[in-house]
């Protein structure tokens, strides 16, 4: 079930809302956090149902070693040990497997069949949680739950599927503050108001850019320099609006239920060097990898080479955690280099144009290895980013904007009135999207936006502005599309 299909807005979210608070209306408190357990249950299992085995044999493992660890704190550290090895144990093979085999069938010659496993949706994200919670209780932090809130904690659907990656201590204690079980207006109008900018931004925006990132990938043979670039835009916009969308459709839903999340997103493109935008970007990876990954491996504690390498370490693993194939590790990497280089005060550019120019290409650039696949898309794309070849592509990738439901009025009316200026409409509309984009970018994030609005009283023209967005995007839900993280 998408965030961006009518089902879930119309059906589920309804349903849920209305059994959440009616169970607790009633003092019946427990049942009602059961409810909310089952309901993203039934939430994740409308994906794959085979799939609700895998989740509730994961949380069943992970709650026993939890249980383990608080009873027999000799054995704490071994029992750690075995909760980490299973969980990544279950990533892998999931995850993993295939790359395996296809990286020792290329490097033996041998002819391993491929084992085709289905990556079971949000896998990656429910795993680094329960990882989270086991190392908290072994650190002695806070971690006697109950069996109960423990399933709501790693199954509560908002933040399921792709984050953000929530940790236990900002959630379980607000589900034990029966305060918070009552219904309140201000906030669901908040929660609203943040879910519905979510969904304008992947479905109006994301969307509307991926049309562009696709069929530059389709024409990879043909491309040329300029395109490859206005590929790369249009991909990092795409990325930025349809994941920072999810997180915003996440922590609208989140707090209609009284139950914030955290922030993912702040402003990333905004960034001056690459270590700053790693610490504007997917903020809930980067603290879970600086936390359970960095700081174990020593931090900034054991002098320069030694945090370098950590670093990079800790960037390779992100890249691997992303996806199981060599370009994501590549990218990793390469992000590393870029936060090292970002920390050598010899190198570092100071912040202005310059410096956000840089940081802003690296970023373009390395994305588009980040959404390449294989390395030969990343080699042909990478060429033709550096080796000059003229802009002879750019009014055909231009020109896959024409069935795009957006500009259908305008297209239609252009085709009747005056074909031959088509081209020059499609590059128009094109420079259009990419300028909106921008002002966008440079603007105040859907957050901060909902944040005006409340303490203004939700004003006439941010009501209709909301109005207007959901309309476009019920027009649009006939075309569902599935978010990009839920492949990672």
């Known amino acids: 079930m998408l965030f961006n299909s009518a089902i879930f807005i119309f059906v589920f979210l309804p349903l849920c809302?209305?059994?959440?608070?009616?169970?607790?209306?009633?003092?019946?408190?427990?049942?009602?956090?059961?409810?909310?357990?089952?309901?993203?249950?039934?939430?994740?299992?409308?994906?794959?149902?085979?799939?609700?085995?895998?989740?509730?044999?994961?949380?069943?493992?992970?709650?026993?070693?939890?249980?383990?660890?608080?009873?027999?704190?000799?054995?704490?550290?071994?029992?750690?040990?075995?909760?980490v090895l299973a969980n990544l144990g279950i990533l892998g093979y999931f995850k993993y497997c295939d790359f395996f085999l296809s990286t020792v069938n290329g490097i033996t010659g041998?002819?391993?069949?491929?084992?085709?496993?289905?990556?079971?949706?949000?896998?990656?994200?429910?795993?680094?949680?329960?990882?989270?919670?086991?190392?908290?209780?072994?650190?002695?932090?806070?971690?006697?739950?109950?069996?109960?809130?423990?399933?709501?904690?790693?199954?509560?659907?908002p933040q399921l599927i792709a984050g953000p990656i929530v940790l236990s201590e900002e959630l379980i204690p607000r589900f034990r503050d029966l305060s918070l079980r009552r219904f309140d207006a201000e906030s669901f109008a908040s929660g609203l108001s943040l879910f519905i900018l979510g969904l304008a931004k992947k479905v109006l925006v994301a969307d509307l850019f991926g049309r562009v990132v696709d069929f530059g990938f389709e024409k990879i043979y043909w491309i040329d320099t300029a395109s490859a670039w206005v590929v790369g835009l249009c991909y990092s916009i795409q990325l930025y609006f349809d994941f920072s969308g999810y997180c915003d459709m996440a922590r609208g839903l989140a707090e209609m239920f009284r139950f914030p999340l955290p922030e993912n997103f702040a402003q990333p493109f905004k960034a001056f060097s690459i270590k700053d935008h790693w610490d504007r970007w997917h903020m809930t990876l980067t603290r879970f990898f600086t936390r359970y990954v960095y700081i174990p491996l020593g931090g900034s504690r054991k002098g320069r080479i030694r945090t370098a390498v950590n670093i990079f370490l800790v960037f390779a693993v992100s890249g691997l955690w992303h996806g199981a194939a060599w370009t994501y590790l590549i990218w990793g990497?390469?992000?590393?280099?870029?936060?090292?280089?970002?920390?050598?005060?010899?190198?570092?550019?100071?912040?202005?144009?310059?410096?956000?120019?840089?940081?802003f290409s690296f970023i373009v650039a390395s994305q588009l290895i980040f959404r390449s696949g294989d390395l030969d898309f990343m080699r042909r794309m990478l060429t033709a980013m550096f080796t000059p070849k003229g802009v002879h592509f750019l009014p055909e990738l231009a020109s896959c904007l024409a069935e795009a439901p957006e500009f259908y009025m305008i297209t239609r009316a252009a085709?009747?009135?005056?074909?031959?200026?088509?081209?020059?409409l499609y590059l128009i509309?094109?420079?259009?999207?990419?300028?909106?984009?921008?002002?966008?970018?440079?603007?105040?994030?859907?957050?901060?936006?909902?944040?005006?609005?409340?303490?203004?009283?939700?004003?006439?023209?941010?009501?209709?502005?909301?109005?207007?967005?959901?309309?476009?995007?019920?027009?649009?839900?006939?075309?569902?599309?599935?978010?990009?993280?839920?492949?990672?």
């Open 110 to 157: 041998s002819n391993i069949p491929l084992r085709n496993i289905l990556l079971p949706l949000g896998i990656s994200f429910y795993t680094l949680q329960q990882l989270s919670c086991l190392t908290d209780a072994y650190r002695g932090k806070e971690s006697d739950y109950r069996f109960d809130e423990y399933l709501t904690f790693v199954t509560f659907f």
């Open 429 to 488: 509309l094109l420079a259009l999207m990419l300028l909106v984009a921008a002002l966008l970018l440079r603007g105040r994030n859907a957050a901060k936006l909902c944040a005006d609005a409340k303490a203004a009283a939700y004003p006439k023209r941010f009501i209709w502005l909301l109005a207007l967005l959901f309309t476009a995007v019920v027009v649009s839900l006939n075309q569902v599309s599935t978010f990009l993280y839920f492949n990672f």
């Open 333 to 359: 990497a390469l992000q590393g280099v870029g936060v090292l280089w970002s920390r050598r005060k010899f190198l570092r550019l100071k912040p202005g144009v310059l410096s956000w120019f840089f940081t």
């Open 415 to 424: 085709e009747a009135l005056a074909p031959g200026a088509l081209n020059a």
């Open 17 to 83: 809302l209305a059994g959440w608070y009616g169970l607790n209306h009633f003092g019946l408190y427990r049942p009602a956090l059961w409810f909310l357990s089952i309901s993203s249950l039934i939430f994740y299992g409308y994906f794959h149902p085979a799939y609700l085995l895998l989740i509730l044999a994961s949380v069943l493992i992970n709650y026993g070693v939890l249980r383990a660890i608080l009873r027999f704190r000799k054995a704490s550290k071994l029992l750690l040990a075995l909760g």
